[in-house]
């Protein structure tokens, strides 16, 4: 693959787009690519102050810019399902839903719902989301979910979903973000078998330079581990730019495929420009999916498909 690059998104003005998370780091990148590209962009934002500062900027780097800005905490299924009535009603259909926004690496914490938050921001909250986005999506739209290199690492132990009785900061987020990928595989198999015309795609950025990395160094007050956090982003991640172009492939390129998987070409998927990457065997198990699903319909309340 030639190297891809932010000009190389395909004319985007008869697409409306939802981003989660789109006022930092790579949602922000994301949300700003796509505009570019003449694409209306609702930014999903969890501070919608934030969200206004993300779209401000964007604004000013590209006046004609369409951008609409909606409070979003996926922490909140209430929240989600609040966000979800908006933009049905503001919008005939979407096009494209980025889900986007994550925390990582946080000390143990519950969502309004109770659930442990990377698990329910990064994954519940985002079944919740696209399942309530559901209808407007079903127009040929894709849906791209945003995995990580650490779901490589991830496992399930349904008897202990919301580490309850034991929590590892790491693990949690690893199994966040294999969810992620279980959701997006299992996603495509559904749409495929009841012949829905809809893209379920996922990508990863590599190591990109956000604030993803200091939240949690932060929430342990930890001055150390945030200092080298912002070392190892300085010496050794991307750009968010940079990282945020697997998840731009794969939102607007039209060779993508359904279950297609894009990540960074470089040095162990940490740098460089997009390509087709592989996940584990794991990340495609079909009854391992099939029992998260179960499972997120029960604890959200949401079912499609
Ligand atoms: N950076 C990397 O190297 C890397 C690597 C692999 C995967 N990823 C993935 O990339 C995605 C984006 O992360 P990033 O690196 O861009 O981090 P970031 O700069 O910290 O951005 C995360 C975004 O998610 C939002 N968010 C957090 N909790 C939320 C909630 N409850 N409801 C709604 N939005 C919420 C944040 O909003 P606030 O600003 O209000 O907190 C922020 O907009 C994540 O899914 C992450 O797992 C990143």
Redesign the pocket.
């Known amino acids: 693959m030639t190297r891809w690059t932010l000009d190389d998104i395909p004319d985007q003005s008869a697409t409306c787009a939802v981003v ?8 922000f990148e994301t949300a700003r690519g796509l505009a570019s590209a003449g694409a209306h962009v609702v930014l999903a ?3 919608p102050d ?1 969200g206004e500062a993300a779209a401000a900027a964007i604004d000013e780097a590209f006046p004609d810019a369409s951008l609409e800005v909606r409070e ?4 909140s299924l209430d929240s989600v399902k609040r966000f979800a009535r908006g933009v049905r009603q503001a919008h005939d259909g979407l096009d494209l839903l980025v889900n ?5 690496a946080i000390p143990r914490r519950e969502t309004a719902d109770g659930f442990e938050m990377q698990l329910g ?2 994954h519940l ?1 985002h079944f919740a989301l696209t399942g309530r986005l559901f209808d407007a999506l079903r127009r040929g739209s894709r849906v791209v979910s ?1 995995s ?2 650490y779901h490589r690492q991830g496992a399930f132990d349904f008897d202990d979903l919301q580490w309850e009785d034991s929590y590892d900061k790491w693990d949690a987020y690893a199994r966040s ?1 294999l969810a992620n990928l279980l959701f997006a595989y299992e996603l495509q198999r559904r749409l495929d078998a009841e012949g829905v015309e809809m893209k379920s795609v996922a990508a ?2 590599g ?2 330079a ?3 990395q200091s ?1 949690g160094p932060k929430e342990m007050g930890s001055r150390l581990r945030l200092l080298a956090m912002k070392a190892a982003n300085a010496l050794v ?1 991307q750009s ?1 730019r940079k ?1 945020a172009l697997p998840t731009l492939y794969a939102a607007t390129m039209p060779d993508v495929e359904g279950g297609d998987y894009y990540g960074p070409g470089g040095f162990r998927e940490l740098r460089g420009y997009p390509e087709q990457v592989a996940s584990t065997e794991r990340s495609k198990d079909p009854v391992l999916a099939g029992e998260l699903w179960r499972v997120s319909e029960e604890l959200t309340g949401v079912s499609f498909l």
Do not use: E, F
């Open positions: 989660t998370g789109a006022n930092s780091g790579l949602g934002c969890r501070r934030a979003l905490d996926l922490a986007n926004a994550g925390v990582m921001v990064n909250g945003v990580s290199i973000k990863h950025p190591y990109a956000t604030n993803l939240r991640a968010a990282g």
